[in-house]
């Protein structure tokens, strides 16, 4: 991980191997899960400000949570797709050993687009969705996917370790 900055921030990290790389991608997603987290509990602290006798309805989740959870969940699926098409068959041509190792990952990133299904169809429509579910949803997403980049990094990034990135060009 980034070493963080007297204020907690992360520091950026020099990008010199594909490990680099990871780290800096997975320290995205975990910022981004906390930033969601924090909008999604905001706004349900301001809907429930909103309830009482007399109030207008309370608002569904919101446009802008709608839109950065669609962003983030688009770029976990990115993620995702490219470790499983690029870089898992690269690190497999190396490494057969690792065959099991990596099949379990492709097990993990198909269980987390579940989860990540799951959160997605309830924002199909911000004016009706339920925010508390929504809450319960992206938790369980969080939760999974926070464990599966522990896990991924705990053997993966040692691997990754020697390939430089960007690669260079074909020898």
């Known amino acids: 991980m980034s070493t963080p900055t007297p204020t907690g921030t992360p520091r950026p990290r020099e990008v010199r191997t594909l490990a680099d ?8 997603l975990r910022e981004q899960l ?5 909008e999604a509990t905001a706004h349900l602290a301001a809907r429930a400000a909103h309830q009482g006798p007399g109030a207008p309805p309370a608002p569904g989740l919101g446009l802008q949570i709608r839109q950065r959870c669609l962003e983030f969940c688009d770029a976990l699926t ?7 098409e690029h870089v898992f ?3 497999l041509e190396h490494h057969p050993d690792l065959r099991e190792p990596l099949a379990r990952l ?5 269980e987390i687009a579940r989860l990540k299904e799951r959160v997605l169809a309830l924002l ?4 009706t969705a339920e ?12 939760r999974r996917l926070t464990a599966h980049l522990d896990h991924e990094e705990g053997w993966l990034v040692p691997v990754l370790a020697d390939v430089p990135f960007p690669p260079g060009p074909p020898a």
């Open 131 to 142: 925010p508390e579910a929504f809450l319960t949803e992206f938790d369980a997403l969080a």
């Open 21 to 28: 790389k990871l780290l800096e991608v997975h320290d995205w």
């Open 124 to 127: 199909d429509d911000v004016t």
């Open 78 to 84: 990115f993620h995702h797709t490219g470790e499983d």
């Open 34 to 38: 906390g930033h969601l987290r924090a």
């Open 106 to 110: 492709g097990v993990e990133h198909r």
């Open 89 to 91: 068959p690269g690190v």
